[in-house]
């Protein structure tokens, strides 16, 4: 019997899948209304041997009923007097009886049947189909023929993008009413409170999300060659760079499903993220019923909030969906290794469907992050050294036109030597980093070794430094830069010593040292006898501004009393709400700021502690890096990434560097330390810093061993066929099996929490273990240099993969919006004037690199909301608060949608007001 559907004009595609065609009915049947017809698409019959494969994976899952149809329709499409149409309508049968099982066996038990929406066989006539599939524009003629002829796989379903008892006004487009939304939400939300059960008010969201393919293969029979690719990237992953190859798209989505199924909240919101920036067909929005394009910056921004409070509790169920793949794939290998089926066929069946379980995906949530393979390449780094005026580049500070100044310790050829470099203008035919030496023999130091101090920089282009090394360590030195112009610098006298002081830029300008010890070298496991009057557990503020300077403070004392000997550059990070966050040793406690605000009336006091960060400590020398995630508007959550260290405490030269990374909260006084997972490579005593595109690179550094200068000779040979041998006084205590496995960097994806694969960058020629340091600078670049025990006086440079891809912005102009200011405050709003060929649609600020020691002083970044948008350009709003904008220098970096297509950096001063 035929089933009267109407006419097939009143049918809508409405999606598309890899198996169905989806058609919504537009009339006015009642039977018909909210509803949508499922048609299969033609397929030909499996070959023989692949159903037999099909039925050996499903009938242990779904019982003796699933054995059998799929190899018999495959028997009757050879059989000497079967017809195609014939053949055709088999195999569509055998299908259609497979997937009602699955629905009965699996999904209903998994997810409740009362989430099953029921379906309702029907027959339409094959007139009815093939003018249907014809005129849908995804079907030929013939494709819609061979459909028509399998009219017994179509069926009825609820539209499920409409609520039940929704009213025939549900199918109109309402956006005509956006301009009166505001003054209609409180009706609407009234309206809702008072409505009859069942019936809807307002427009009706529908999400459809996809997860696919969310696992990453264990599977033993993948080829040799193949396996570091395939089991370190979810098979969805692998989809999109086969997609990626075939030309279906022209970009990989950052969207990871093992994210979606990973349990936390952080990831799922960054699966989620990713998705609705590069939907593809993976998820899709409804609203009443027809479907949103969600590149529309209009409909990403008015229905957003939808995909905030997602309620994800049904993935709590994914453990046992993924039981039921571990027995389909132990059933696949018995009955494939009983009936013979190819080698070829089981690798097949391995790489796509055995997998490592999603128990094991979920099971890992934040306890192990999968990898990734950086979108433009391994990146790149100049094939040559760069001089840097023969000094040791343990400091570096990037200034605001663009140019870097460091400096090492005391020599007897320079002094204190400082270098000033102009690394973007370098030159790539001789080696010339453009570097030379300033201020003659003092150079910053004013005579005073500033060789292991604590530094900042601000938004005049200054670096305060506190502290320094051996007798020197009781000065304060302010360098006014000037653009390079009448360079000066000027030294205070502080109330008590300090080496390997912390230090940070308060809200309001004025800037706070901490802790370290009063005498060099007195940092390690345990009290010497000569360092045990040397703990300083105090802080003190500076104010460059007007040159006072606080007495020391004992408001930290407890904890940097606990922490000492390892008290040593503690991690000292504002917080939003104009605290401070401490980390020394192991502990991490939050401070209330109070006082009167001067430099000598303000205090600190404990306002909580978090529980110790898991594992070895994590300062000196046992050297972790430390660095905050990128923050969001409204900048009300701010997390602390700490990667790396020593695998255990008392580390010595052959102790393993940490392998894995946490994270917690600054935000929330109750948070606990998350596990982000191993990351590629064990490091200890590296650096970090963003780079443009809103990640964290992570370089320099040992596999083994630890921070510090030994005596105990060793000599080495570098991949450029150099060698070398350290005098007594300064040779490594880290990497001296000669390995250097870390000329690698590692890249942590800070939106969908994954490392980037091992090898998947390239490496730097030399190796950069303690005293070295890394910056970002205006470009894009990363500069790495430094690396005294190895005697390194060189730079290389680092273009990350971003930097590869084609179509960058290019910014040119910046400047306070409107015009009417003669300098950028905190709050303002900026312009930025850019040439590019596509849209901008995100923004980046990143604080400008001060860093010695694994310590990089005041780094953040934060992505700015694009609130207007003028004549070449965006109007970006700059944070209200101090707290979260810290006054100094910073770079705007702008976006396309594709936030690896980025501009270079453009350095701004940003003001306290």
């Not at 990351?679 to 596999?703: A, E, K, T, W």
């Not at 849209?839 to 780094?859: K, N, Q, V, Y």
Request: net charge positive.
């Amino acid at each position: 019997m035929v089933d009267d559907l109407g006419s097939p004009r009143d049918w809508q595609l409405k999606g598309e899948g890899n198996a169905n065609l989806v058609f919504a009915y537009t009339g006015s049947h009642p039977r018909l209304v909210g509803r949508v017809l499922r048609v299969r698409k033609p397929r030909p019959p499996p070959p023989p041997e692949q159903a037999a494969l099909e039925d050996a994976v499903w009938a242990p899952v779904l019982g003796p009923l699933a054995a059998g149809p799929l190899n018999a329709a495959a028997e009757h499409s050879i059989g000497e007097e079967a017809g195609a149409d014939d053949a055709l309508a088999a195999a569509a049968a055998a299908a259609a009886q497979r997937e009602q099982l699955y629905v009965q066996q699996v999904l209903a038990p998994l997810l409740g049947r009362h989430h099953i929406p029921p379906q309702q066989p029907v027959r339409p006539s094959p007139a009815f189909l093939q003018q249907l599939l014809s005129g849908s524009g995804v079907c030929s003629s013939s494709d819609a023929q061979a459909a028509a002829a399998a009219a017994g796989t179509t069926a009825l379903l609820p539209d499920v993008t409409l609520l039940p008892g929704a009213q025939q006004e549900a199918f109109q487009d309402r956006r005509q009413q956006n301009e009166q939304q505001t003054q209609q939400a409180q009706q609407i939300h009234q309206q809702r409170r008072q409505r009859p059960p069942g019936q809807p008010v307002g427009p009706v969201l529908c999400i459809e999300l996809k997860p696919k393919c969310g696992f990453v293969a264990s599977c033993g029979t993948v080829h040799p060659s193949n396996r570091e690719l395939k089991h370190s990237r979810s098979r969805y992953q692998l989809h999109q760079l086969l997609k990626l190859s075939q030309g279906k798209i022209n970009a990989c989505s950052s969207y990871d499903p093992c994210d979606l199924f990973s349990g936390d909240p952080a990831r799922l919101r960054s699966a989620l993220g990713a998705l609705l920036e590069q939907p593809q067909n993976n998820l899709l929005l409804f609203v009443d019923g027809q479907r949103q394009e969600l590149s529309s910056r209009g409909v990403w921004f008015r229905y957003r909030l939808c995909f905030v409070d997602l309620d994800l509790k049904p993935l709590a169920k994914i453990p046992a969906h993924a039981e039921l793949d571990c027995r389909i794939v132990a059933a696949a290998k018995r009955h494939l290794g009983a009936a013979g089926v190819s080698a070829a066929l089981l690798l097949a069946c391995c790489s796509a469907t055995a997998a490592r379980n999603l128990t094991d995906i979920h099971a890992r949530g934040l306890k192990a992050s999968p990898y990734f393979y950086p979108v433009g390449g391994k990146g790149a780094w100049d094939n040559r050294l760069y001089s840097t005026a023969d000094l040791y580049m343990i400091h570096q500070n990037l200034m605001r036109d663009g140019k870097v100044v460091g400096w090492s310790t005391v020599s007897g050829k320079y002094g204190f030597g400082t270098a000033l470099c102009d690394p973007m203008n370098r030159n790539p035919l001789t080696g010339d980093a453009k570097c030379q030496r300033i201020l003659g023999k003092e150079g910053i130091s004013a005579g005073k070794n500033v060789f292991c101090s604590g530094q900042v920089t601000t938004a005049d282009s200054e670096i305060i430094m506190f502290g320094g090394h051996s007798q020197d360590i009781e000065w304060l030195r302010h360098f006014k830069y000037n653009d390079g112009k009448n360079m000066a610098v000027t030294k205070k006298a502080l109330p008590t010593g300090r080496w390997y002081p912390g230090a940070a830029t308060l809200p309001d300008g004025k800037i706070i040292m901490v802790a370290g010890v009063a005498k060099s070298g007195c940092a390690n496991y345990v009290v010497g006898a000569n360092c045990a009057t040397a703990n300083n557990p105090t802080f003190a503020i500076y104010d460059p501004k007007t040159g006072e300077l606080g007495s020391d403070k004992m408001g930290m004392a407890a904890q940097l009393n606990e922490a000492y000997p390892m008290s040593t550059y503690p991690h000292s990070i504002v917080t939003p709400d104009g605290g401070l966050a401490i980390a020394a040793k192991s502990s991490l406690v939050k401070y209330n700021r109070v006082g009167d605000g001067t430099a000598q009336g303000t205090r600190f006091q404990k306002a909580w502690q978090w529980p110790n960060r898991p594992g070895a400590a994590w300062v000196y020398p046992q050297e972790s890096q430390g660095i905050l995630m990128p923050m969001s508007p409204p900048y009300n959550s701010m997390v602390l990434l700490s990667a790396g260290g020593s695998k255990q405490n008392n580390a010595g030269f052959n102790t393993p560097a940490e392998d894995g990374a946490w994270a917690i909260s600054l935000t929330d006084p109750n948070a606990q330390w998350a596990f982000l997972g191993k990351m590629p490579q064990s490091r200890v005593m590296g650096d970090s810093l963003y780079m443009c595109n809103g990640d964290i690179l992570f370089l320099n550094g040992g596999h083994q061993g630890v921070a510090g200068w030994s005596s105990q000779q060793v000599s080495y040979r570098f991949a450029d066929g150099t060698s070398y041998t350290c005098p007594k006084a300064r040779c490594s205590k880290a990497d001296r099996d000669g390995q250097f496995l870390n000329r690698e960097p590692m890249i942590y994806n800070t939106e969908t929490f994954q490392w980037s694969a091992k090898g998947s960058l390239a490496q730097a020629i030399k190796p950069r273990l303690y005293h070295s340091s890394a910056i970002l600078l205006p470009n894009c670049q990363v500069m790495a240099s430094g690396s005294d025990v190895t005697a390194d006086t060189t730079a290389e440079f680092f273009s990350p993969p971003s930097l590869a891809l084609p179509g960058r912005p290019a910014i040119t102009r910046v400047g306070q919006f409107p015009l009417n200011k003669p300098r950028i405050v905190v709050g303002d709003k900026i312009a930025v004037e850019f040439q590019s060929t596509a849209p901008i649609e995100r923004a980046l600020l990143i604080r400008t690199g001060a860093t010695t020691h694994s310590m990089p002083f005041d780094a953040r970044a934060l992505w700015l909301p694009i609130v207007d948008r003028v004549a070449n350009g965006v109007v970006l709003q700059l944070p209200a608060s101090p707290n979260v904008l810290v006054p100094g220098m910073y770079m705007v970096v702008v976006h396309t949608a594709d936030r690896n297509v980025h501009s270079n950096g453009h350095i701004i001063s940003v003001y306290g007001n």
